[in-house]
Nanobody, 124 residues
Framework: QVRLVESGGGLVQAGGSLRLSCAASGRTFTSDTMGWFRQAPGKDREFVASITGIGPRTDSADSVKGRFTFSRDNAKNTLYLQMNSLKPEDTAVYYC?????????????????WGQGTQVTVSS
């Protein structure tokens, strides 16, 4: 059974930092694209960032460029999202996702596996 488990969410003041982790089990995602999405209250889930398995090639939303960095440790089958200079508008549930193979798009439909999400709340 494939599982993606996010951790590291919490409450932080604006300007602060958090590091999210996504531990995968049940399958090795070394060659697969993995990504982060988020969903704020009352809004649709939106793309945050992705990283391919080989290369790797990264992509990120304009709203997080320069503030969020992301990486993966294939040996640990784990994905990371380092979030710096957090803003109240970053408040959302953050989801980890994994595609099957190399996916370069930003659509949720391109991802097969999803975590349960972790709450990030940024206070002003």
């Amino acid at each position: 059974q494939v599982r993606l488990v996010e951790s590291g969410g919490g409450l932080v003041q604006a300007g602060g930092s958090l590091r999210l982790s996504c531990a995968a089990s049940g399958r090795t995602f070394t060659s697969d694209t993995m990504g982060w999405f988020r969903q704020a209250p009352g809004k649709d889930r939106e793309f945050v960032a992705s990283i391919t398995g080989i290369g790797p090639r990264t992509d990120s939303a304009d709203s997080v460029k320069g503030r969020f960095t992301f990486s993966r440790d294939n040996a640990k089958n784990t994905l990371y999202l380092q979030m710096n200079s957090l803003k109240p508008e970053d408040t959302a549930v953050y989801y980890c996702a994994a595609a099957l193979g190399r996916y370069y798009g930003r659509s949720m439909a391109g991802y097969t596996y999803w975590g349960q999400g972790t709450q990030v709340t940024v206070s002003s």
